[in-house]
């Protein structure tokens, strides 16, 4: 069946530090791809897409791009800010009832 | 004002107790969802429904049940609660592949 995989946390990285957290994913077809954030004691807010492989989706400074050689959609920033301290989610819908299948998470824990 | 209301925010109750989840949405898409979240395990997603009349199990339905009383409301329902079932429980509603969540109910069943 599709499943996605992400990187274990908790990261924890210095302000201005490279961050990548990696997702892989299993899906027949071809699968839209997202990453969502979870800040501390909010709902998850679409961070950014990708719809086909190749695509670059990118917002706040985050980017991924859709592998599909590789079956993978990292997330990716260049420099993070102490505000980015968040439960990152790398997420795919597959088919047409747009059903989302979840990695478990990946805490993302910035320091000044 | 947010596009997706969840009442209670949180809630403790005992085991076999009935409990009601409700959730709003102001944007008058037909589609909403029903997730949980444990530590993890990312979200599950529960049910969905494509619009009033269509009601559809999701990947983990048993011990739940929903009613899509309007467009805009979608309950989750717990007939007999326990305690495996205290987790963190999100409505969501979607526009193309986009889904938008609201803020979570937290439910504790002692």
């Known amino acids: 069946g599709n499943s996605v995989t992400q990187m274990e946390g908790p990261v924890t990285l210095s302000e201005e530090a490279f961050l990548t957290i990696n997702c892989t994913y299993t899906a027949t077809g071809y699968p839209s791809l997202f990453w969502y954030v979870q800040y501390p004691g909010e709902g998850l807010q679409l961070l950014l897409k990708?719809?086909?492989?190749?695509d670059k989706g990118s917002n706040k400074g985050f980017e991924a791009t859709y592998r599909k050689e590789t079956t993978s959609f990292h997330l990716e920033k260049g420099s993070v800010q102490v505000s980015d301290s968040a439960v990152y989610f790398c997420?795919?819908?597959?088919?047409?009832?747009?059903?989302?299948?979840f990695g478990a998470g990946t805490r993302l824990a910035v320091h000044p | 004002d947010a596009d997706v209301t969840q009442t209670p925010r949180n809630r403790i109750t005992k085991t076999g107790k009935r409990i009601m989840l409700e959730c709003s949405q102001t944007k008058g898409h037909d589609r909403m969802y029903w997730y949980r979240q444990d530590p993890g395990l990312g979200l599950r997603l529960i049910y969905y429904s494509f619009d009033v009349k269509d009601i559809n199990k999701g990947e983990i339905s048993d011990g739940y049940s929903v009613s899509r009383q309007a467009q805009a409301k979608f309950s989750l329902s717990l007939e007999s609660a326990i305690p495996n079932q205290t987790a963190l429980y999100f409505c969501?509603?979607?526009?193309?592949?986009?889904?938008?969540f609201g803020p979570g109910t937290r439910l504790t069943v002692l």
């Open positions: 969501a509603i979607s526009r193309g592949n986009e889904q938008f």
């Open positions: 997420a795919l819908i597959w088919g047409g009832y747009n059903k989302l299948i």
């Open positions: 990708a719809t086909k492989a190749d």
